[in-house]
């Protein structure tokens, strides 16, 4: 009888362990996303630089399209800050505007290694950025800066969510988890 107990008791163990990766904040700290430039009716990539999330900005450029990458393409000044959870672009000087042709913006994407996102929220002093010029998948997000002129000390912050049970959630499921062991370990008796 204390054996199959243990037993039961192991698999109520076990399979907790495997369902509580799910249950688990998302992340982005120290994973590696990707950060676009789009630009075009549909947007296609015409810089982009693979940065690992980490403390300080990501992605500082001077301006005056000096630099690699994505800093080749920067008119204006501007910082690129990944959080836990945050995709932030700060401009430091601003001179020009983003061409109103078609897509202009950024692309974060790889976001998935750092979790199950559900949504976003959009933070911002740009005059004309709203959440009708964010797409959001659970992978990626697209900011649309299309026709927007930036001032210096403008800046953008979209802060992603999961869905992250409460943990009388997680109580209720293990004490569900055990009960079927007890009445499993019954039935075997």
Same mark, same amino acid.
């Given at each position: #009888?204390?054996?199959?107990?243990?037993?039961?008791?192991?698999?109520? +163990?076990?399979? $907790?362990? $495997?369902?509580?990766?799910?249950?688990?904040?998302?992340?982005?700290?120290?994973?590696?996303?990707?950060?676009? %430039?789009?630009?075009? $009716?549909?947007?296609?990539?015409?810089?982009?630089?693979? !940065?690992? !999330? =980490?403390?300080?900005?990501?992605?500082?450029? &001077?301006? =005056?399209?000096?630099?690699?990458?994505?800093?080749?393409?920067? /008119?204006?000044? +501007?910082?690129?800050?990944?959080? @836990?959870?945050?995709?932030?672009?700060?401009?430091?000087?601003?001179?020009?505007?983003?061409?109103? &042709?078609?897509?202009?913006?950024?692309?974060?994407?790889?976001?998935?290694? =750092?979790?199950?996102?559900?949504?976003?929220?959009?933070?911002?002093?740009? +005059?004309?950025?709203? +959440?009708?010029? !964010?797409?959001?998948?659970?992978?990626? !997000? %697209?900011?649309? #800066?299309? =026709?927007?002129?930036?001032? $210096?000390?403008?800046?953008?912050?979209?802060?992603?969510?999961?869905?992250?049970?409460?943990?009388?959630?997680? &109580?209720?499921?293990?004490?569900?988890?055990? &009960? /079927? @062991?007890? /009445?499993?370990?019954?039935?075997?008796?």
């Amino acid at each position: #009888m204390q054996r199959s107990l243990a037993r039961a008791l192991a698999t109520c +163990a076990l399979t $907790a362990a $495997a369902v509580s990766p799910a249950f688990a904040a998302s992340d982005l700290t120290g994973r590696a996303i990707d950060v676009n %430039w789009d630009f075009g $009716a549909t947007p296609v990539s015409i810089a982009e630089r693979t !940065v690992t !999330v =980490g403390a300080g900005p990501e992605i500082q450029c &001077a301006g =005056g399209t000096v630099g690699p990458d994505l800093c080749a393409f920067f /008119v204006d000044g +501007a910082t690129i800050d990944l959080g @836990a959870n945050t995709l932030s672009l700060s401009i430091d000087s601003g001179t020009s505007s983003w061409t109103a &042709a078609g897509f202009n913006g950024y692309e974060f994407s790889n976001l998935s290694s =750092g979790g199950p996102w559900t949504g976003y929220s959009l933070s911002t002093s740009f +005059a004309g950025l709203d +959440a009708s010029r !964010v797409t959001f998948t659970p992978d990626a !997000v %697209w900011v649309n #800066m299309q =026709g927007i002129t930036p001032i $210096a000390g403008e800046s953008f912050t979209i802060t992603l969510s999961s869905a992250v049970p409460e943990p009388s959630q997680v &109580a209720l499921l293990l004490a569900g988890l055990a &009960a /079927v @062991a007890c /009445v499993a370990r019954r039935r075997r008796v």
